[in-house]
């Protein structure tokens, strides 16, 4: 069964730094597309960034610049350096894997929780 974890949230200073990370297990297969999102009291799931298995990256506007999604293929594993935080980023931080053969479909993380302080 695939488990998705997420690692690296913590509690930090406005214009601080944090690097998330999300590890995927139960399978040899490598994820077509693998995401952050991140999720505020009261709003829905949003993208945060997310990359393909060609290291095609995509960015939500609010955090171009800021910061940075990458990824270790082969072994399912995904990176978040955030720089520069600011207060509203405040808030849980989802990592998915999304499949097309062998485990087809989205599998979530449980999330981790990132604070910023300002």
């Known amino acids: 069964q695939v488990q998705v974890v997420e690692s690296g949230g913590g509690l930090v200073q406005a214009g601080g730094s944090l690097r998330l990370s999300c590890s995927v297990s139960g399978t040899l297969i490598g994820a077509k597309t693998m995401g952050w999102y991140r999720q505020i009291p009261g709003k829905q799931r949003e993208l945060v960034a997310s990359i393909t298995n060609s290291d095609d990256a995509n960015y939500a506007d609010f955090v171009k610049g800021r910061f940075t999604i990458s990824r270790v293929y082969l072994k399912n594993t995904l990176h978040l350096q955030m720089n520069s935080l600011k207060p509203e980023d405040t808030g849980a931080y989802f990592c998915?894997?999304?499949?097309?053969?062998?485990?087809?479909?989205?599998?979530w993380g449980q999330g981790t929780q990132v604070t910023v302080s300002s």
């Open positions: 998915n894997a999304q499949f097309i053969v062998g485990p087809r479909g989205i599998h």
